[in-house]
């Protein structure tokens, strides 16, 4: 019995993460300090930008917490393939109105060009990751981790990620403003009839595609007249991006299969596209709003003969 196991065994493919994409920063958790300068190796960043803790005593789980006034807190230079898809993922927390923030600085042959990849993020009190995909614009290029908030909160981050492709599941981006930039009040009630608000079970939860964020408006026309706990996603015009103000809640009630309902004016990415056809499939309602929104994206087509 025990000979014919080895064999199997020897006979049996390498079970090595072959298709797990490759990391392409070095010391993406900030563990490794082996010239003992008190740094993270691979980043280059100084004691006046960070501090490099340990999380718990002896535990060799470190972070770096960001200095008061410190704006850039490490870099790092990166090598990318053009037009290849990466995906960036992003542990953090802050505190006091800190703001995270990783920026893509790059060039064809120096980095010189500048590309927000996660920006403004009002990350929470306890760790949580942030993630993001984007094509590589050019071969040369540099990583910028951030507070964004400069003069005001902490940053902290315990791991910056970037592997090459993108997953097979949906990335909704977390959509934030700088607090000048934030409404003061809820927005103005228009004249309209309650005819569907208040519902006797309670708000239908709602997954919103829309254009643009200047398409909100007709939104809030809709939950005025009807009772909808929505998170409201931003696509695009081609459904290339994938935006929301409420993009933790909105990734989690999508992989969780919490939506009721799936309201469809827009294009979107075969990823959202994806989860939301297997949701239908369990039962969740579509409304697809034919235009901008794409029926054929979740319905297969089929044609009329002549003598139908």
Known sequence: MLKALVLLLALAPPCFAQDVPTERLQNPGFDRDADGDGLPDGWSTDEGRIQWHEKMFMGKDYEIISRPGAYVLA???VDLEKGQKYTLTLKCKSDAGGLAGVLL????????REMPLLWNVQAAGEYEEY???????NPVACVYIYNVARTKGTVYYDRVSLREGEPDYPIINQFSLKEIDRPL??????RHIDWASPLAGGPIKAFVTIRNFRCLRQLIELTQ?????????????????????????????????EYEVFIVP???????????REQ??????????????????????HPVGDDA
Do not use: W
């Open 266 to 276: 827009s294009r979107v990415g075969e990823a959202v596209a994806k989860s939301i």
């Open 225 to 257: 007249r009807i009772d909808l706990d929505y998170d409201a996603v931003e696509t695009g015009y081609t459904g290339d991006v994938c935006n929301s103000m409420t993009g933790r809640r909105a990734m989690k009630r999508l992989q969780d299969g």
């Open 280 to 301: 239908v499939a369990r039962g969740a309602g579509l409304v697809v709003v034919e235009g901008f929104g794409r029926s054929s994206t979740f319905v297969e087509g």
């Open 131 to 137: 993630v993001t995909s984007f094509e590589a614009p």
């Open 75 to 77: 870099t790092q230079d």
């Open 185 to 190: 009040t809820e927005p103005l009630p228009s």
């Open 105 to 112: 600085l790059h060039g064809e042959d120096r980095p010189h």
